[in-house]
């Protein structure tokens, strides 16, 4: 199996100094194992994002010398994770709801209420716990019975976060 990272900045604002450490970890990280490091542009808020601040994630890495073996941008992907969520929503791993983003309500589905569009939720299963093994803090685990299922989509049908990030780091083997 190949090593791929990915440094993933989204384009709505400048790089700051955290962000240059998680790029130099997994750009290092990827090169002592013979791997892969990946540049995911996670333009998915449409407001925020700019060209111009895209342009200087690219400006910076260059010069600090953090040249990607590739690169993708999520607004480029939407085909993708409109696929994948059509196959959750089949299989009822993702909802809609009309409740307002945070509430405590781990049966899953709200009843629709007129005039308002859906927000779309993950639906977590609360019987097993979430567990992985970190290769520095070694095996982590997460009680879902104490998470609200997350959010995957807004009301009007943007993608925030998690879900393309998943779907992405599946698709691209990171």
């Known amino acids: 199996m190949t090593v791929t990272t990915r440094f993933a900045p989204s384009p709505t604002g400048r790089l700051h100094v955290g962000n240059i450490r998680t790029a130099l970890h997994n750009l290092l990280f990827?090169?002592?194992h013979g791997g892969r490091f990946l540049l995911r542009i996670d333009d998915t808020d449409a407001e925020r994002s700019t060209?111009?601040?895209e342009q200087a994630i690219h400006s910076d890495l260059a010069w600090l010398g953090l040249a990607p073996d590739q690169m993708v941008r999520q607004s480029d992907r939407f085909a993708l994770?409109?696929?994948?969520?059509?196959?959750l929503a089949s299989t009822?791993?993702?909802?809609?709801?009309?409740?307002t983003p945070v509430y405590e309500r781990p049966e899953g589905e709200s009843?629709?209420?007129?005039?308002?569009?859906?927000?779309?939720?993950?639906?977590?299963?609360?019987?097993?716990?979430i567990g992985w093994t970190d290769l520095i803090r070694g095996d982590q685990k997460f009680d879902p019975r104490l998470l609200s299922d997350p959010v995957v989509r807004r009301a009007d049908g943007s993608w925030?976060?998690?879900?393309?990030?998943?779907?992405?780091?599946?698709?691209l083997g990171v």
């Open 160 to 171: 925030l976060y998690l879900l393309p990030s998943v779907i992405d780091d599946i698709d």
């Open 111 to 129: 009843e629709p209420v007129e005039g308002r569009s859906p927000h779309w939720r993950f639906r977590l299963d609360h019987d097993r716990p």
């Open 81 to 87: 994770y409109e696929r994948e969520f059509d196959r």
């Open 30 to 32: 990827a090169r002592r």
């Open 92 to 99: 009822r791993r993702v909802y809609a709801c009309f409740e």
């Open 51 to 53: 060209a111009a601040h």
